[in-house]
């Protein structure tokens, strides 16, 4: 969920969590634009990833806004934090989720192998975090900008011909409170990536990525 990973794994669980065939587990779809939960509302469910792109965020006092994660198909949303969700989530595409009640999870009898996996997406977020962190804390905002881009192919990148290719359905303002950058030094930094040949955009939204391995130099991206 958090798309900074400096190995460029991803932060979901090897398997679908449904692999354990869980009595408790239902889907939910949403449209683009409708929210899943908000902060503070009580934390019901869990929910699994298995199609489209959510964005969590949450809103300062004084109105600035963080964007802390996007999710991805296979990530999990929705651990809780004082049994409420500590932040808002609403989605950028339409979307398909799996949805896992916590009653039945937190119960004894409940599924060990769900229960398992639910673990090790917790602690994939945890380490994601720390990979956000550190992100923030030490790089340059070019540097930031091309771990982005660099890790959005990792997780969702295609093939076409010699080049690999992508979409953003978040914004330059998304992706700016993402990095802790102003909108301007997003756009800027994207603009000398295309200036510098190291990717193009076919429209405002889909990346295709010329020089792989110039974009992993400057992001100092590590497999």
């Known amino acids: 969920m958090y798309v900074t990973l400096q190995n460029g794994d991803n932060c979901s669980p090897d398997q679908p969590l449904t692999k354990s065939r869980s009595p408790v587990t239902f889907?939910?779809?949403?449209?683009?634009?409708?929210?899943?939960?908000?902060?503070?509302?009580?934390?019901?469910?869990i929910f699994e990833i298995e199609s489209g792109?959510?964005?969590l965020t949450r809103v300062m006092v004084d109105g600035r806004r963080q964007v802390i994660a996007f999710g991805y198909p296979g990530d999990v949303v929705g651990f809780p934090s004082?049994?409420?969700?500590?932040s808002d989530c609403d989605a950028?595409?339409?979307?398909?989720?799996?949805?896992?009640?916590?009653?039945?999870?937190?119960?004894?009898?409940g599924d060990v192998v769900l229960h398992r996996r639910l673990l090790q997406a917790a602690l994939a977020e945890i380490s994601g975090m720390q990979d956000h962190f550190l992100m923030l804390g030490r790089k340059?905002?070019?540097?930031?900008?091309?771990?982005?881009?660099?890790?959005?192919?990792?997780?969702?990148?295609?093939?076409?011909?010699?080049?690999?290719?992508?979409?953003?359905?978040?914004?330059?303002?998304?992706?700016?409170?993402?990095?802790?950058?102003?909108?301007?030094?997003v756009c800027r930094a994207i603009s000398q990536l295309r200036k510098s040949?190291?990717?193009?955009?076919?429209?405002?939204?889909?990346?295709?990525?010329?020089?792989?391995?110039?974009?992993?130099?400057?992001a100092d991206f590590v497999k």
Do not use: W
């Open 27 to 45: 889907r939910r779809n949403l449209t683009k634009g409708d929210h899943l939960f908000r902060e503070a509302d009580q934390a019901k469910s």
């Open 53 to 55: 792109v959510l964005r």
């Open 82 to 86: 004082s049994n409420c969700y500590h």
């Open 92 to 109: 950028l595409t339409p979307a398909t989720l799996f949805v896992y009640s916590r009653d039945a999870l937190e119960r004894e009898s």
């Open 140 to 185: 340059s905002a070019s540097e930031r900008v091309a771990s982005f881009l660099m890790t959005i192919n990792e997780r969702v990148g295609s093939p076409i011909g010699h080049y690999d290719q992508f979409t953003l359905p978040m914004d330059r303002s998304d992706i700016a409170d993402f990095l802790g950058l102003s909108t301007e030094t």
């Open 197 to 218: 040949n190291i990717i193009t955009l076919e429209n405002s939204h889909t990346v295709i990525i010329l020089k792989p391995a110039a974009l992993g130099a400057i």
